[in-house]
């Protein structure tokens, strides 16, 4: 009850700094001077794509579940055997989301799946539960606390429908009956990693943490990443640092694709250290280390 309460009041104040930063935004897109305006441009675009008025009717969760397996179904495309490494990634994922998924507020099948793809720094997620991440995101990560923070926004996307309502954006758009399970092979894949609109992004961030530190993990996960996002964003994207051993030319075109389509790290940094400082977090520090347990015996993976 309290968390609402101070949720109302917090999301009253937040809604005005928003509109501050839409405006201001506004007004540095006339002028497009530096890197950072031309990709915040590039984004919007691709955001306010998914924003048009539209009448959207509340599909039923079995609906959307189905929607969602339809599109797993395309992604479920890994033909090579996994290595003993990637099958003990595969499982800490599994059991780090699982215990997120605990806690979320719609009891629906969500699933965590590895990309195992080192230059795919991304994470997305489907309608009715399927989450995805890549294992280069994996990579930047160094501790679970991180981990769970990122999956817990992927979930946050889901429970609060944002992906259900997009693909029914896309259908309105492509004149699809949602319905008709085959139609969605219209929409392409990669319209899943394209990011949501900014409003839902700094929600998936909100509801993210809450969810997290609900589950036993340290707000300071979020804040970790987003930190780390924002140094990247900085090197890679802004002053086009040229690659090197720590990141490949694949690996930064898949990271400035993520940037552009979530809202500045920093942006996404400042209101973690707000809600930190709201909730009373602060000492909430201890971290979990990322941990990948796994054992070969005989040549075959064993837990
Ligand atoms: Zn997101």
Redesign the pocket.
């Known amino acids: 009850m309290k968390r609402s309460v101070a949720f109302v009041v917090f999301f009253l104040v937040f809604g005005f700094a928003l509109a501050g930063l839409y405006w201001s935004q506004r007004r540095a897109k006339s002028i497009p001077v530096s890197p950072n305006a031309i990709l915040n441009m590039a984004a919007d675009a691709q955001r306010d794509l998914s924003r048009l008025p539209m009448h959207l009717t509340r599909l039923s969760d079995e609906q959307e579940v189905a929607i969602g397996r339809e599109f797993a179904s395309r992604y479920a495309s890994e033909t090579r055997p996994l290595t003993a490494e990637e099958q003990g990634l595969e499982k800490y994922v599994r059991r780090v989301g699982a215990n997120i998924a605990l806690h979320a507020r719609r009891h629906l099948p969500y699933t965590f799946t590895v990309l195992h793809d080192h230059n795919m720094l991304n994470a997305f997620s489907l309608p009715g539960g399927p989450v995805y991440i890549g294992e280069g995101m994996l990579d930047l990560m160094t501790n679970e606390d991180e981990l769970a923070s990122v999956l817990a926004?992927?979930v946050e996307?889901i429970d609060h429908y944002h992906c259900v309502e997009r693909v029914q954006v896309e259908a309105q758009l492509r004149k699809l009956d949602l319905d008709v399970v085959g139609a969605l092979v219209e929409i392409p894949l990669d319209f899943w990693q394209a990011?949501?609109h900014k409003d839902e992004?700094f929600e998936?961030d909100r509801e993210g943490m809450y969810l997290a530190v609900q589950s036993g993990y340290s707000p300071y996960g979020a804040a970790d990443l987003f930190e780390r996002f924002a140094k990247l964003c900085d090197e890679y994207v802004i002053h086009a640092k040229s690659p090197d051993e720590e990141l490949s030319q694949l690996a930064i075109q898949s990271l400035s694709g993520y940037f552009r389509s979530?809202p500045l790290p920093s942006e996404r940094l400042a209101q973690a250290n707000r809600i930190i400082a709201q909730e009373h977090w602060e000492s909430r520090t201890a971290r979990k280390p990322f941990h990948v347990a796994y054992e070969v015996r005989n040549g075959e993976f064993v837990k």
């Open positions: 926004h992927e996307h990011g949501y992004e998936a979530h």
